[in-house]
């Protein structure tokens, strides 16, 4: 075949022959030297065994194409070409590069060569000028790799504290990630596997929705920047593959409680499950390792997972805790499930139970108590000095010694009832690495494996929480000995001093509280009579019961008075609140005030007007009195001691009497600042917040548009009252209210009741015309709505808001979600509108009216219309929107704003389409019923303007023959 002259120079041609031969010249070479950027990027991508080699030779082999055409030509034709190459060669470089791109271009999806047959070495001729000694190694591949041989990888940026658990929940695969990670939201599309994805914000967490429907085998990689999610390959070396010595999360059985032990546990986040309508606990882990096997227990059930742990909670009763060593699951009812092992009684013999032991405690009069506190501080010597100065470069067993003396001290000053000396001994305690509270008690760092022993820390972890140090109580909630039956009384106050939910608590408190009132009378002082009150207050009937008979005295009485209201025993109840209202304590009148007027509301004989001004009264006379501080530190004093905050409660009770009397606004700044405390447990606020998130979003009936007032309707005042929104908040307003509630959902758990609530913000969201904010709040509330039909509804909501917001990937995975077999009918047409909408968005006019074709409702008729609209078909459009108008505009009446919106919309396409007789016929129907000073002057110019020809339509463009002069300004 003869050769075809590429202009490489006189005579040389590029053919068949092989490289380095006759047919060969130095265009070739600059096409492969400008492949080298790309080679390397392509090395970089390959399997780590290969990359740095194929790197190294792609970069020797650019050095050596860039040089060859030069001293090519040089060596042809002398040295007195290197001066005119001088002129021409690096003009002449980059068209030369460009054309040889050009002419390989086509190769680039060519196939790979097979390693089996690589091209051998081809050995160079050794020149005069030496620049060509060394053999030239063969090109091992035509082309770069194509993207399908790179495995699909997505990257989530995130630091070392961030965990992650992933699961597979139909055709999806759920990443949840234990903080809120706005850069989530911002991930860059790669056109790969892992692109149809959304991103989802939840309380604290974020949680990514990724479709994958064959369900492909994902390994998560915990990388130092964040974590890799990446596909397996199927045994090709260098591939993403899990490595094979991962931790393996177990579960380890317990005494009524199952621990779940994980190399570095992360947070347990709780998310509703579809499934089943119960709970799903997910727990993540910092740290890549295998999930437990699948389990089924009593009431719960462990899933399968790609990481981190998801265990689904049929039963109310399940509570999961993350703990140092992983996630534990107990069950706390007065009649729990079994979970774990059995559960160990508590000691026969309350003075012999571990509480006695390690506490210190001792059945002895307060006075002895006492002698025999201020005898172990008078003998503490140099061992009660500052520990970080006593002990300095002590060795080991003096070290020791100091400390067991201020133990055994401590002990008797919280025997004697005096928390705070002994939490002041304890304090700098060294406590083992890992455990809650550590990171504070660092002086004499002597803790090693088996000292202090759980005696020492239990001792320590009550002082600090009589003393309302809640950071070093914290081991009360989470370590091995806190679940102890002898201290459950213990873990019970703890949970009551945060403020935890009232359902637990009252449990873990009715189990000990026989024990409780065994406890020495300094001791007992502390705990009694506020553990009574919050039984009372909060527990349920079987923790009531465990109060037995309450002592007759005066500081018991609103114990006993709540107990009398929540056994039904109201008339007793509401005459004893009045006469403790003349109390000489006046904080104690103040409470039964507060009580009284709950009472009063509650059966309905007092407006939640006046339930406002009763508690404002409250609240000003405890400003007057300089009431506790609301902060958790004053909570936490007040759950140990005889006067309870009552600032939290009456807080509470006024922002739910705003939200009932119909002023939720003014109800959040009442709560904003509220934290759960002793006396309001974190369910207890959660109740007030749903209560005025409701009223924001809600509130009483409003329509965004007025009902028309019926024929023969007389007087201008009834037509100016129906075009006003029941609520009488203006538009504004109302976009305040939608925003305050859009800000404080956060104050909710991520629930089906959330649910609820983020569904009614998207549709407030959608109907102000912000569709960007409500496909947020609707796509939370499909991940945490439980009914089918629910969450049907909320897709397709969400379906017509990304539309709206252009966001047509979201729009169709909405569609494709909600399609169920048995939907009802206005739901299937609302299905249809969106579909032929999406359809319309996608170029397919013609598929959009075949869709709705056969619809001849309003919303079928309006939505049809707006596509021939779209489509600048107005004659059709105005035969599609006159149907419309002549069912929903009525004969006479006042007409609506959505009726003169018609009109106008209307009289629009009719000017559009030259239509004179329909914009005449509209004329007369509208008569002398108002539209408005701007829609009446628009309205007229648009019937002025039917009359003239139709607007010519050109492509896109709408070009009106003539320029009417007559239509002015409506302003």
């Known amino acids: 075949m003869p050769g075809v002259n590429t202009g490489c120079g006189s005579g040389h041609t590029a053919g068949p022959a092989g490289r380095g031969g006759p047919g060969w010249c130095g265009a070739e070479f600059l096409g492969q030297a400008g492949n080298v950027a790309d080679r390397r990027q392509a090395d970089q991508q390959t399997e780590p065994g290969l990359g740095q080699g194929a790197y190294r030779q792609a970069d020797w082999r650019a050095d050596w194409h860039a040089e060859q055409p030069v001293a090519l030509l040089v060596h042809r034709w002398g040295p007195a070409a290197r001066h005119a190459l001088a002129g021409w060669v690096l003009p002449v470089w980059p068209l030369l590069l460009a054309s040889t791109m050009l002419a390989v271009a086509p190769h680039v999806h060519a196939a790979p060569r097979q390693a089996g047959a690589a091209a051998p070495a081809v050995q160079d001729v050794a020149r005069s000028d030496g620049l060509h000694a060394q053999p030239v190694t063969g090109v091992q591949a035509d082309t770069l790799p194509r993207v399908a041989d790179v495995a699909p990888a997505l990257f989530l940026p995130a630091d070392t504290g961030v965990g992650l658990a992933a699961f597979w929940s139909g055709p999806e695969l759920m990443v949840v990630v234990d903080h809120a990670l706005p850069a989530l939201f911002h991930l860059p599309a790669q056109g790969g596997l892992f692109d149809r994805r959304e991103s989802v914000a939840l309380n604290g967490a974020t949680l990514l929705r990724l479709y994958l429907p064959e369900h492909p085998a994902i390994v998560v990689e915990r990388q130092k920047a964040g974590w890799l999610l990446c596909v397996a390959g199927k045994g090709a070396p260098g591939r993403c593959s899990p490595p094979h010595d991962l931790h393996v999360a177990h579960m380890q059985p317990e005494p009524a409680r199952m621990l779940f032990a994980q190399s570095q546990p992360g947070r347990v986040i709780t998310l509703p499950d579809p499934v089943t309508g119960g709970r799903l606990f997910v727990a993540t882990t910092r740290q890549a390792e295998q999930p437990p096997p699948p389990h089924a227990g009593v009431g719960y059930a462990v899933r399968p997972s790609v990481l981190g742990l998801v265990v689904a909670a049929d039963s109310a009763q399940l509570l999961m805790t993350t703990t140092p060593a992983g996630p534990v699951l107990e069950a706390l009812a007065a009649e729990p499930v079994p979970v774990g092992l059995p559960a160990p009684l508590p000691s026969a013999s309350v003075q012999q139970g571990e509480d006695w032991l390690w506490l210190g405690l001792r059945d002895a009069p307060a006075p002895q ?15 009660g000095e500052d520990p970080a100065t006593r002990l300095a470069g002590q060795p080991e067993a003096a070290v020791m010694s100091v400390w067991s003396a201020r133990i055994a001290a401590a002990q008797a000053a919280f025997a004697a009832g005096y928390p705070q000396q002994a939490w002041a001994l304890l304090r700098d305690l060294p406590l083992p690495a890992g455990q809650a509270g550590a990171g504070a008690a660092t002086a004499g760092g002597v803790a090693h494996a088996g000292w202090p022993g759980p005696g020492v820390q239990a001792l320590r972890a009550c002082a600090a929480l009589l003393s309302a140090d809640m950071a070093g109580a914290a081991p009360l909630a989470t370590a091995d000995w806190a679940f102890e039956p002898d201290m459950v009384v213990w873990r019970g106050a703890y949970f009551m001093a945060s403020g935890a939910d009232s359902q637990p608590t009252s449990v873990l408190l009715a189990r000990g509280y026989a024990r409780l009132e065994q406890y020495p009378a300094p001791v007992r002082a502390w705990l009694l009579l506020r553990v009574s009150q919050y039984l009372a207050e909060f527990g349920g009937p079987d923790e009531r019961a465990a109060l037995g008979t309450l002592p007759d005295d005066a500081p018991y009485n609103l114990a006993r008075i709540m107990l009398q209201l929540r056994n039904g025993q109201a008339e007793t109840a509401r005459v004893a609140l009045e006469n403790l209202t003349a109390s000489g304590n006046d904080r104690v009148a103040d409470h039964a005030r507060a ?20 508690y404002a009264q409250l609240l000003a006379a405890q400003a007057a009195e ?52 002793a006396t309001l447990p974190h369910d207890k606020l959660v109740e007030a917040w749903r209560s005025v998130l409701s009223g924001l979003i809600f509130g009483p009936p409003q329509s965004p548009h007025t009902a028309p007032v019926r024929a023969g309707t007389q007087g201008g005042k009834r037509n100016a009252v129906a075009q006003v929104p029941a609520t009488g908040v203006s538009g504004p307003a109302r976009g305040q209210m939608l925003a305050l509630a859009r800000a404080r959902m956060g104050q909710v758990p991520d629930d089906p009741f959330k649910a609820k609530l983020l569904a009614g913000l998207g549709r407030q969201f959608m109907a102000q015309g912000r569709p960007g904010l409500a496909v947020a709040a609707l796509q939370q509330a499909d991940v945490l709505a439980i009914d089918p039909l629910m969450r049907a509804d909320i897709e397709e909501l969400l379906a017509q808001s990304a539309l709206e917001d252009n966001q047509r990937p979201l729009a169709l995975r909405a569609l494709e979600r909600s399609a169920l077999a048995d939907l009802p009918a206005d739901l299937a047409a609302r299905r249809r509108y969106d579909e032929a909408r999406l359809a319309a968005a996608n170029g397919d006019r013609e598929g959009a009216q075949a869709l709705l074709a056969e619809d001849e409702s309003d919303t079928g008729l309006s939505v049809r219309g707006a596509l021939y609209e779209q489509d600048q078909q107005w004659a059709q459009a105005v035969q599609v929107v006159g149907r419309l108008a002549s069912r929903t505009l009525p004969e006479q009446g006042v007409l609506s704003t959505a009726q003169r919106d018609l009109v106008i919309r209307l009289a629009s396409d009719a000017a559009a389409a030259g239509d004179g007789p329909t914009a005449r016929s509209l004329q007369a129907w509208v008569g002398a019923r108002a539209l408005g000073a701007e829609r009446q002057a628009l309205f007229t110019a648009l019937v002025r303007q039917a009359q003239k020809p139709p607007v010519v339509s050109l492509g896109v463009v709408r070009v009106p023959p003539t320029f009417d002069k007559s239509v002015k300004d409506t302003k």
């Open 626 to 677: 300089g009431g506790a501080s609301s902060t958790a530190a004053a909570s936490a004093t007040s759950a140990v001691q005889e006067d309870a905050d009552l600032l939290p409660p009456l807080r509470l009770a006024y922002a739910q009497a705003l939200a009932q009397a119909g002023q939720p606004e003014r109800a959040a700044g009442v709560l904003d600042g509220l934290v759960p405390s």
């Open 369 to 383: 108590l006492l002698q025999a506190w201020r005898k172990a501080r008078d003998s503490l010597g140099t061992a």
């Open 595 to 614: 009580l009284l007027v709950a009472f009063l509301r509650a059966h309905d004989q007092i407006s939640p007007d006046m339930a406002v001004e009763a």
